[in-house]
Nanobody, 127 residues
Framework: QVQLVESGGGLVQAGDSLRLSCTAS????????VGWFRQPPGKEREFVAA????????YYADSVKGRFTISRDNAKNLVYLQMNSLKPEDTAVYYC????????????????????WGQGTQVTVSS
């Protein structure tokens, strides 16, 4: 089992930065791809970024590429999402998720590949 807790959300202005953290527990966390998803108000949940377990290969949604950076510290069971140049359209509840399968190296951008989810953290970007 893997348990995830997000932190670091808040209210910021357009152009500001935030760093979200995902703290994990569970022995198998370090062998799972971890993703960040977000759910804007009134919309479906969408993929933001993912990082695989082995070489730390990263994947991003086009909407955040160049502005957001995902990273992980396996020694501390932490995954980060550094968000720069925030825009009002980045406003959403952000979720951290860990993949259902161990040792996957292909990109996992669908929420259906993830079995473990945090409770979410709110990010609000004002214009």
């Amino acid at each position: 089992q893997v348990q995830l807790v997000e932190s670091g959300g808040g209210l910021v202005q357009a152009g500001d930065s935030l760093r979200l953290s995902c703290t994990a527990s569970g022995r198998t966390f370090n062998r799972r791809t971890v993703g960040w998803f977000r759910q804007p108000p009134g919309k479906e949940r969408e993929f933001v970024a993912a990082i695989n377990w082995s070489r730390g290969t990263t994947y991003y949604a086009d909407s955040v590429k160049g502005r957001f950076t995902i990273s992980r510290d396996n020694a501390k069971n932490l995954v980060y999402l550094q968000m720069n140049s925030l825009k009002p359209e980045d406003t959403a509840v952000y979720y951290c998720a860990a993949a259902e399968s161990l040792g996957v190296v292909v990109p996992l951008t669908s929420e259906y590949n993830y079995a473990y989810w945090g409770q979410g953290t709110q990010v609000t970007v004002s214009s």
